[in-house]
């Protein structure tokens, strides 16, 4: 019998540290510390802030100091791109204020600050109830990094570049010196690396460039990270529903959907036919892990979203369709800094501009926020549009372009998502049986977005819809 229960308590464990770690559910806010908040000023060597390639002096005791605002949109996790110790040349005219051009992987740059910085930032977002995601660099050192000449034998040979088959993974990513993860001191160093930034408190790594590393190297990786309880989440530049489910299989918990990404920029911002977005969507059932996957409408790898559009009225109102969109899908939303009013930028390095805040914002920027902070805050409210089944439904061909509709469901709570790209307010009537839809008739009910105007009911055997131009709207569903 004692044997029995041993055994018992020892496959409970064994299958408890096998479990992956989930971040279904939590809604991540993307900061580039150097452009978020400058909280002490003594740390601004080389500052120029007229100079988009220059520091301008964000640092870890700011981000620290807007921890309440972060809070106040509603996000649960903050993702801070790599704050680790940086070369101090410059390369193309450029510092390396965003963190990729690592020199010391285990030191904080001394323009975001310390590691005592660190520190006291992961216990205040702790305190807050907020989760740290952190940048991890795998592939490269920087340019001017001292270990480029200290140990040449680190990084992989030109020769193997030259004869190679596969050029991402065998040559220098934008000529940066390539890590050999074959060889046993690079792996263990890089394994240390994770170690010491978990060690401080990390609950999650963000991996960077992972089209450019070893899958052999990245499998290991991810299997000490899983054992650690350690949420990842991968960057492949461009990745469509096949590759994220394809490294959600290898041990990612998670990649960036860049193929959703792209659809709705051209269909949301565009004014392009939703079907795009509609047959991403419709591919969801290839994904081993769909609540994990993470969405968003840009980054700073690419140009702003309210960028789209060449006016910017029409930029903050196409944003602010697309965050109440994006509120509706199965998966993590990734906010990246400023997002949220709608901020303006093209190509690297005019998408890294300077955070703004309440005391600058414009009155349209302050109507974004909101939008974004009532969307967010009705996803946290929903059991169903935060953790709920994704049901993406036939609507007819005739309307495919300017009307996609799907249902979010969990634990008998239901809910209708509509989005419609027609330029004025419609009015649809929908036959249940054509949508695949069973529901019980269902007076006029409101959209569960604050202060939005769109309405919904269901009688005789139809969905009846009215909706705002350029909007998306939920709704509670019988």
Known sequence: ??????????????????????????IVYQVMPDRFYDGNPDNNAGVDRANLRAWHGGDLPGLTAKLPYIQKLGATAVWLTPVYRQQTALSFDTTAYHGYWPADFRDVDPHFGTLADFDALVKSAHSAGLKLVLDQVVNHYGYEAPAVKAHPEWFTPQARCNAGTNRDVDCPLAGLPDLDQGRAEVRDALFGHADFWRARGVDAFRYDAIKHVPSSFMNDLLARDRQAGTWTLGEWYDADTGTVADWQKAGFDSLFLFSLQGAMKSSLMGGQSLSGVASVLERAHELPRPGEVALFLDNHDVPRFAQGSLFEDEGQARTRYALRALMTLRGVPVIYQGTEIAMRGGPDPDNRRDMRFENVWSPAEQAVFEVARRAVSARKASAALSLGTQTLLPVPAQQQDDLLLLTREKNGERVLAAWHNGKVRKTYSLKLSALGLKAGAQPVTGSLYAGQNAKLSVSGGYLHLSLEGRDAAAFALK
Do not use: D, H, N
């Open 1 to 26: 019998m004692r044997r029995t229960f041993l055994l018992a308590a020892l496959l409970a464990v064994a299958s408890a540290q096998a479990a992956p770690p989930s971040f279904e559910g939590q």
